[in-house]
C-alpha cells in the first residue's frame, strides 16, 4: 500500500516515514503543497496523511482541490490546530479523521487501519464507467448491462489503476509501477491495454497520444 506524507518538519516526516515503512509501507514524503499534489497524479496513493501549514498550498486547500478532481482517496489531517472551527473545516474538505500533534506512531497506524476501513466500507465497491459498463471493486468483476466480461489479471489490475484515477491521464510509467512493480516495456503496457479496450465499448479507455490513458466520467 502505498501512502503519501505531507509534512514540512524534516524530523517528524522522517520519523513518520521510517515507521510506515517499517510496516510494509511504501511512503512518498514532501514537505511542500504543490508538489505533493501533482504527486496524486503522477501515482496512485491509497492513503494521504496531510499537515496543515506547509508551504505553497495547505492540507486543507490540497485536499479541496482533490475532492473538486472527484480524486476520493481517504485522507487524515495531521496539526498542532485545536481550534474547534479549524477541526470542522477539516472535515468539511473531506477528510477521514484528525490527528493532533504530537502523537504517537503507534497510535496513526491504529488511525490508518480505521481511516481505510472506514472509508471504503462506507464506498460501494460497485463504479459505474460509463456506456452501461460497471466494475465491482471488490470482486474484481466487470459487467456490461447483466453480462461479466472476462479479464485476465493483468488487464483488472490496468483497469483499476484507470478507475482509482478517473479524470486523469495515466502515463505508462504509473501503469508500470502500480501494476508490475518493476520495468516492462511499453510496447507490453500498450498490447496489454489495447488487449483491455478491445472488451470493452468505444470510447471507455481513451488513449491521449504521448500522454497516457484515461477514463473520463
Known amino acids: 500500500m502505498r501512502i503519501l506524507l505531507l509534512e514540512d518538519e524534516y524530523s517528524l516526516r522522517i520519523s513518520i516515514e521510517e515507521f510506515?515503512?517499517?510496516?510494509g509501507y511504501e511512503v512518498d514524503g514532501f514537505m511542500d503543497g504543490l508538489e505533493a499534489?501533482?504527486?496524486?497524479?503522477?501515482?496512485?496513493?491509497?492513503?494521504?496523511?496531510?499537515?496543515?501549514?506547509?508551504?505553497s498550498l495547505s492540507g486543507f486547500e490540497l485536499l479541496k482541490k482533490l475532492r473538486q478532481d472527484d480524486k476520493k482517496v481517504p485522507a487524515i489531517f495531521l496539526t498542532s490546530m485545536t481550534d474547534m472551527d479549524d477541526l470542522k473545516e477539516g472535515y468539511r474538505r473531506g477528510c477521514c479523521d484528525y490527528i493532533r500533534k504530537p502523537f504517537d506512531l503507534e497510535e496513526l497506524e491504529l488511525r490508518i487501519d480505521q481511516a481505510l476501513a472506514s472509508f471504503f466500507q462506507d464506498e460501494?465497491?460497485?463504479?459505474?464507467?460509463?456506456?452501461?459498463?460497471?466494475?465491482?471493486?471488490?470482486?474484481?468483476?466487470?459487467?456490461?448491462?447483466?453480462?461479466?466480461?472476462?479479464?485476465?489479471?493483468?488487464?483488472?489490475?490496468?483497469?483499476?489503476?484507470?478507475?482509482?484515477?478517473?479524470?486523469?491521464?495515466?502515463?505508462?510509467?504509473?501503469?508500470q509501477d502500480e501494476v508490475w512493480g518493476e520495468y516492462v516495456e511499453p510496447a507490453t503496457i500498450r498490447v496489454q491495454l489495447n488487449n483491455l479496450r478491445k472488451k470493452l465499448p468505444d470510447g471507455v479507455i481513451e488513449n491521449r497520444r504521448g500522454l497516457g490513458y484515461i477514463i473520463e466520467r
Not at 510506515?20 to 510496516?23: N, S
Open 124 to 175: 460501494s465497491s460497485v463504479v459505474n464507467i460509463g456506456c452501461d459498463i460497471s466494475y465491482d471493486m471488490k470482486k474484481s468483476k466487470l459487467t456490461l448491462k447483466e453480462d461479466e466480461i472476462i479479464l485476465r489479471k493483468t488487464e483488472q489490475d490496468l483497469l483499476e489503476v484507470l478507475i482509482k484515477n478517473k479524470n486523469a491521464v495515466v502515463s505508462t510509467q504509473m501503469f
Open 37 to 55: 499534489y501533482d504527486a496524486v497524479y503522477d501515482k496512485a496513493y491509497d492513503i494521504l496523511l496531510l499537515d496543515v501549514n506547509v508551504p
Open 20 to 23: 510506515l515503512t517499517d510496516l
